[in-house]
């Protein structure tokens, strides 16, 4: 019995010190007797003492690259400094494992490598303005390059472009006389926005003022007017009631002679009296005599 009791502990004790527990995330490599057995998952598992050993443990978690800043040449012969950030993730345990040595390394060097093949066939201007496109090409020569050590290039950026401090300079030169044409622009836009708004202004002005004129002179035309015509047609009534009420000769002289005072109280230095009044007013002279010789 304590033979067996032994064997049993013993055998307890090696299943517990052979488990393994493989987390969220991450893969174990099994090899049996020196050659490749299995790939271990997210669970609990068991290895056979002696015989399975785990060789690599891996993350299969996106991972971050970040390389020092690397040498380039361009097509118009400007040597700069490139730095790339490189995301990945490991897809298959097996291949990373077995495909390359140090296969973050060779990561880097074929990073490189790539930039430089890139920034060869571009131009000085070109690489500033044209990262997106690098970004892209590298991106797609890298994952096609690591799909056999079973890595996948997620994304890759140009973290940083550092031309030569004597570029750096024209740059900022050319920035700087790019902006005061820029600002002189739209200070020569502003001004002739400004002049063109006062002379509409003053176009504005001047078309309502003449449209003012306008429409007064138009009323005092249409007001005198209307006077006329009211005098016209007093005048027409008071002549169709004389008509009408039939008047006497008599009464008719007198109205001319009541008329012709008027007239004489103006500034006319002539006076024309028809011979009609004047017979009449013979006769109110002598009439008057008369009055006044029956007075006495």
Do not use: C
């Amino acid at each position: 019995m304590p033979f067996v009791l032994i064997l049993i502990i013993l055998v307890i004790v090696l299943i517990i010190s052979n488990s393994r527990i493989v987390p969220q995330a991450h893969a174990q490599i099994v090899e049996r007797l020196g050659a490749y057995h299995a790939t271990w998952g997210t669970g609990f598992h068991i290895a056979i003492p002696i015989i399975d050993k785990i060789s690599k443990k891996i993350s299969l978690k996106e991972h971050v690259l970040d390389f020092p800043p690397q040498p380039v040449i361009t097509k118009d012969n400007v040597t700069m400094q490139i730095d790339t950030v490189i995301y990945m993730q490991i897809v298959d345990p097996r291949y990373y494992r077995y495909g390359v040595e140090q296969p973050l390394k060779a990561i880097e060097n074929l990073t490189a490598t790539t930039l430089r093949n890139i920034i060869g066939d571009l131009e000085l201007d070109q690489t500033l303005t044209s990262r997106d496109t690098i970004n892209t090409k590298m991106r797609a020569i890298l994952d096609e390059a690591t799909d056999p050590w079973g890595i996948k290039i997620n994304r890759v950026e140009l973290k940083n472009i550092m031309p030569p401090a004597e570029i750096q300079n024209a740059m900022e030169r050319q920035m700087k006389a790019e902006r005061e044409r820029r600002e002189k622009i739209l200070q020569a836009e502003g001004e002739k926005k400004s002049a063109i708004l006062v002379a509409e202004g003053e176009k504005t002005a001047a078309i309502l003022k003449a449209e003012a004129d306008k429409e007064a002179r138009i009323r005092i035309a249409e007001g005198e007017g209307q006077a006329i015509l009211t005098v016209q047609k007093a005048t027409a009534e008071g002549l169709k009631m004389l008509n009408e009420a039939n008047p006497q000769q008599n009464i008719v002289a007198l109205k001319g002679l009541e008329a012709l005072e008027k007239v004489a109280d103006g500034q006319s230095t002539k006076i024309i009296i028809p011979s009609e009044l004047q017979s009449i007013a013979g006769l109110a002279t002598a009439a008057a005599e008369i009055f006044k010789d029956a007075k006495k």
